[in-house]
């Protein structure tokens, strides 16, 4: 007998049989399902078993955690069960059936901005960077000089310089490294048209051509439209009985998701439509022309119009009297949005935020977020530290989660016993009312973890690092004291706890 057959075995019993199983895959660590009734899963019985370290569902599929050795025992589960292993891709469109439309929206949004984030990671990094060069004045570079008229704050005090106003070479560095910033930021719509198309099955170039024209030199810069509009001095294409505004979408998200979708539908539409033969030459030109013109007329347009309102009610829970409300809120629910999918959206509001105000308040809740379940899984590392099994799962994960992937420690830990989930709860909520309340601001979506304090605006580090000093501590201290005091310890998965015990004999 192989090394996993008899775990495989048991996981195709309590899984629901090979007739329950639409489509199975791995990933590194996770044993992937779309399964036809997901209700047939045993969950508990599962998670006893010696090679699970966890479970879990997420976009329609049922996921189960076996760790490094994850593509042996799929190698003992296909042999096992019968079933043929499919892609990813397989396995996602298979699992799409298990998911309610708003899944469906939240699985689409992720998949839209996953292949763009790591672009968006390395621009707030550039950002961060840029504005220790010209944003931050030292006293020891020297009272700025211009025109031989000494500097001075609005308050009478001394304006010293900063390493750009006395160091060429970084001055240089400085402008070199916005060549990849605003490429990164302000022609983002043309990886968001990209990305649609690639998610949507649909020809890339003509999304990435589509996201050209969003942001073409020709167009006023979205950054200078409001003050354009005031004043009237918008360019216009003239058509004699009517005139459209050339205005570019420059960092904007919804209006080039809302144009990506609009040219695949028209490309989908056209090839079930057009000949064959004709199809190579008609089809693109009817989908790109006319997903263009209604990315300037109305598209375009509404998507601004949406995402400010949208900007706006944000802002106003960021900003507005409430903030420490928010904040706390935000910080303590944001682990619960994970399991439902609904944390995606945060990515689009974040990327708005960004193009509307140029930081955003919404992120560094989130990487605090990550920070909090990492120590939660660590505070129970502690308690079962002499458990060599459970330990191969706790020091993983908190690590993992340390790094900003939180599933291993949500999925495999902190919701399985609770109390662990509510102490991290509490201290991002304790982390988010201090960073509302400070307006701690990022340049950038970043690594959501311990690593986000690089994206972390300058004048913000201090608070941030405040913030995180409690993301870190407090879940550790509270996931302690709750299993010390026997608080929520029954009301999780906690297999050392009697009453669970004899409730499923």
């Not at 045993?42 to 078993?49: H, P």
């Not at 004045?137 to 025109?147: A, C, M, R, T, Y």
């Not at 598209?299 to 949406?306: F, R």
């Amino acid at each position: 007998m192989s090394q996993f057959e008899q775990d495989a075995r048991e996981l195709l019993e309590k899984i629901g049989g090979s007739d329950n199983i639409n489509a199975v895959t791995h990933c590194a660590t996770r044993m992937r399902f779309a399964l036809n009734d997901p209700a047939k899963a045993d969950v508990s019985a599962i998670e006893k078993l010696p090679s699970v370290k966890g479970s879990f569902t997420q976009a329609g599929q049922f996921q189960v955690i076996i760790g490094n050795n994850v593509s042996e025992f799929y190698k003992d589960f296909t042999a096992v069960s019968g079933v043929s292993g499919v892609s990813k891709s397989d396995v996602k469109a298979a699992a799409e059936s298990n998911q309610s439309w708003w899944q469906k929206i939240m699985t689409f949004l992720a998949e839209i901005f996953a292949p763009i984030i790591p672009a968006i990671i390395v621009g707030g990094l550039i950002l961060g960077f840029r504005n220790i060069l010209e944003g931050v004045p030292f006293e020891s570079l020297g009272q700025k000089i211009v025109d031989g008229v000494a500097m001075t704050t609005a308050d009478g005090s001394p304006s010293y310089n900063t390493i750009v106003d006395v160091n060429q070479f970084w001055n240089g560095v400085n402008h070199f490294l916005w060549l990849i910033g605003e490429a990164i930021f302000h022609f983002l719509p043309v990886g968001i048209t990209w990305a649609v198309t690639r998610k949507l099955g649909t020809t890339q170039i003509l999304g990435i051509v589509l996201g050209i024209t969003l942001v073409s030199p020709q167009l006023l810069n979205a950054y200078g439209a409001a003050g354009a509009l005031a004043d009237g001095s918008v360019p216009q294409w003239d058509f004699g009985i009517f005139q459209i505004d050339m205005i570019g979408y420059q960092a904007q998200v919804l209006p080039a998701m809302f144009a990506g979708i609009a040219l695949s539908y028209l490309e989908i539409f056209w090839r079930k439509v057009v000949p064959e033969v004709l199809s190579m030459i008609l089809v693109p030109f009817l989908a790109l022309v006319p997903a263009v013109i209604l990315s300037h007329t109305i598209l375009g347009p509404v998507g601004w119009w949406l995402g400010d309102k949208i900007s706006m009610v944000v802002l106003a829970g960021l900003e507005g009297s409430l903030s420490w409300l928010f904040g706390a809120l935000f910080g303590a629910l944001y682990s619960p949005l994970v399991i439902t999918g609904l944390h995606h959206m945060t990515n689009a509001i974040d990327s708005q935020l960004i193009a509307d105000t140029g930081t955003t308040g919404l992120w560094p809740m989130i990487a605090l977020s990550n920070i909090a379940q990492g120590s939660a899984v660590l505070g129970v590392w502690w308690l079962t530290r002499r458990d060599k099994e459970e330990s191969q799962i706790t020091l993983p994960s908190a690590i993992s989660a340390y790094l900003g992937v939180t599933e291993p420690a949500m999925f495999g830990v902190t919701l399985k016993y609770i109390y662990p989930f509510v102490a991290a709860m509490i201290g991002s909520g304790i982390a988010g009312f201090i960073t509302t309340t400070f307006n701690i601001q990022s340049n950038s979506i970043g690594v959501g973890g311990l690593p986000g304090f690089l994206v972390i605006h300058i004048d913000s580090m201090f608070m941030f690092i405040v913030a995180m000093l409690v993301a870190l501590i407090v879940p550790i201290v509270l996931t302690i004291l709750f299993k010390k005091t026997n608080f929520l310890t029954g009301a999780g998965l906690n297999f050392d706890i009697p009453f669970f015990n004899n409730s499923n004999k």
